[in-house]
């Protein structure tokens, strides 16, 4: 049977950076944490990585970017994370909206996201008969995909927790402004997945929690009422 598993190395506003899995080859998704950890999570072994993909130039995803392309492993990002990053070279590789590239063992779609930086992507990547999407930082997506065997998404908050927080003064409306701007709620999150065909989906990853604005078991409750196969928390329990 064909196996696909996206490895949390990291989740977070604080760094972001997965490893997906196959019998085949394998994808890192994201740079957002110092090499030195990568390199450790991976048991400084890259023999099996067969590219690097960016969603986007924030720290928390594309920190250690050159580093990564240091290591002879090709990253590919969109022109415009590129070029906010200052990366040159042929190690950097542009993808644009809609356009497939084959890496290595994947098919890999990048897609525009909905994030405050200058060219976001998603990716819906295939390998063999699987396929999983992979979507963060974006505070909706305005696409539906079919036959998805994985989904990896963005669950950063949760309304009513926010809306307590800023009763509370944990947070200032300036950053609610900003994240409802910017990440998804599980709010938005539901609705995405109740327009999408999830009769295939084995595995449900949840990424990049907000430490502060999100529940975990609110989070599992919802989720749960429409989706009942594996569901998993990046870097949670
Ligand atoms: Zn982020
Ligand atoms: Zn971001």
Redesign the pocket.
């Known amino acids: 049977m064909v196996k696909m598993k996206l490895k949390t190395i990291a989740s977070g506003s604080s760094g972001n950076c997965y490893l997906l899995e196959t019998e085949d080859g394998s994808l890192l998704i994201e740079a957002g944490i110092p090499i030195k950890q990568i390199k450790k999570a991976l048991g400084f072994d890259f023999s099996n990585i067969q590219g690097c993909l960016i969603t986007?130039e924030?720290g928390?995803?594309a920190k250690a970017i050159n580093d990564i392309a240091k290591l002879g492993i090709d990253v590919y990002a969109s022109k415009g994370t590129l070029k906010a990053l200052d990366c040159t070279g042929h190690r950097f590789i542009p993808m644009t909206h809609n356009k497939a590239k084959i890496i290595g063992d994947f098919e890999v779609l990048p897609f525009n996201t909905e994030?405050?930086?200058v060219e976001?992507l998603g990716f819906l990547i295939r390998h063999r008969n699987k396929k999983i999407l992979f979507a963060t930082?974006t505070y909706y997506l305005r696409y539906r995909f079919n036959d998805l065997t994985h989904i990896a998404i963005e669950c950063n908050y949760v309304k009513s927790v926010m809306e307590e927080g800023l009763k509370d003064g944990t947070i200032n409306i300036k950053r609610v402004a900003r994240t409802m701007k910017?990440h998804m709620s599980l709010e938005n999150l539901i609705e995405f997945l109740k327009v999408n065909d999830l009769s295939k989906v084995e595995d449900i990853y949840l990424l990049h929690l907000s430490d502060d604005n999100s529940s975990i078991p609110m989070i599992k409750e919802e989720i749960r009422k429409i989706y009942q196969g594996n569901l998993i928390i990046a870097g949670g329990d």
């Open positions: 986007h924030h928390d995803h994030h405050d930086v976001p930082d910017s």
